[in-house]
């Protein structure tokens, strides 16, 4: 005869924690999107993130710093061409320059935050490449240091 009531399942075994998973390469897959991150520089974290659409494609590559996992450069892309482009240019954890392009692969828009408040500060607009309009958006970057191009040389 075999018992009948005493294959209980053990209440432990329903409850081992939430899954987290652990790991230096690990991808999670979402229906329609998915998601991996890449330890690119063997840091122990990831360093690169990147997201996928529903057609396998690349949609935005993150790149992460290893020691704080921020991102220091962002680039979305759509129909297998880059869109967007955002950076950390002074390594201070905050993106400060944000680009757009066109289908050509040419600047159409950048955004700057040049006092790293996190706020866009000038505003520049580009037709085929050529820069024909800039919009000061910080009136305090009017008082004094206006000029500055960020990326020009020093004189
Ligand atoms: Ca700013």
Redesign the pocket.
Known sequence: MVPMGNRMPGAQAKNAGPSRPKCDHCASFIPGRSEVWEDREHAGVPTAHFVLGRDGAVQKIEVLRAADSTAVRVFEYAGGHLVSEAQDTNGDGVL?RFERFDADGEVVMREE?????????VRSFFEKGKLVRREII?PELLQGDAAHERGAPAH
């Not at 935050?113 to 500060?121: A, C, E, F, H």
């Open positions: 400060d935050d040049l006092n790293g408040d996190g706020k866009i500060d910080d």
